[in-house]
């Protein structure tokens, strides 16, 4: 089993309403479940927000805490609801209404990886998803809400900032004729999980740094960003995807040469979003 549920970083002093989160970095992949799939330790890993974490891991030093998948998203994906369970893979589970995500194996224990390759030959019992769950993304959900919560006492507002990384071809289904192709996907559920000022905020420290954004097209956000977004409440959440190619390479899973000047870029564009959570500065700038 994966050691942890979740690594935590967190600042000296807080001073942010910002919360990071990266729920799909999570690398640790023990023998006993690498025993049970039918991949290689190179596809297991082809859903995995690789290297996300490091990408963002400066934001501690700007008053916003950082909280780190411990498991990997094959294992359990904690950007699912608890019970968002797949019939097709755990026995056990009745099929209900139709649900996109689990019908096509992206449920919370996950049936298969990146362009559909099956993780398992058989099923799964019910008591091992339901471990699962209870081991990691339950811990994980109740340690986000309790950042989310503090911030908000602190703060009067919240604001998560969830990390995620999109392959390179991932945007070609929405690419229009003369258009420059987006590097940075913004998803905020299409306006109702953040309001539309802090959006906006969010996507023109990306832009100041160079990077083209686009926003919930083909990623609006799944189901942290409608779970944790109430922007009637002051709660907004922001789903953030970043093209892989600018540093990995995809294929190897390994970082490429841009590594380490992209995560620089990176760091002073999470300053500044670091700065919107700091909320008499935005009062101040409006």
Known sequence: ???????????????????????????????????????????IRSSEDAFVDRLVDCAPQFGAP????????????????SD????????????TGHN?????????V???????????????????????IGLYWKPYHTRLQALLDSAKAQFGESILIDCHSMPHEAVE?????????????LGDRFGASAAPEIVELVEQAFTRAGLVVARNAPFAGAFTTMHYGRPSRRQHA??????????MDEAAIKPSG?????????RGVIAEIAAIGHREQRVAAE
């Open 1 to 43: 089993m994966p050691k942890v549920a979740y690594h935590l970083d967190l600042p000296e002093t807080p001073s942010s309403a910002v919360v990071f989160a990266s729920p799909h970095s999570g690398r640790d992949y023990p023998w006993s479940f690498l025993r049970g799939t039918i991949l290689d330790e190179t596809l």
């Open 66 to 81: 950082l909280l780190r998948a411990g498991a990997p998203r094959a294992f359990v994906d904690l950007n699912r609801a």
């Open 84 to 95: 968002e369970l797949d019939p097709a893979l755990i026995d056990g589970v009745r099929r």
């Open 100 to 108: 996109p995500r689990v019908a096509s194996g992206l449920g919370v």
């Open 110 to 132: 996950p049936r298969v990886v990146a362009n559909g390759r099956a993780i398992y030959c058989g099923k799964l019992p019910l008591a091992e998803a339901e471990r699962r």
């Open 173 to 185: 289904s929405v690419l229009r004729k003369g258009s420059a192709r987006p590097q940075i996907v």
């Open 238 to 247: 922001i789903q953030i995807e970043i093209d892989r190619s600018l540093y």
């Open 258 to 266: 841009d590594f380490h000047a992209f995560r620089r870029l990176l």
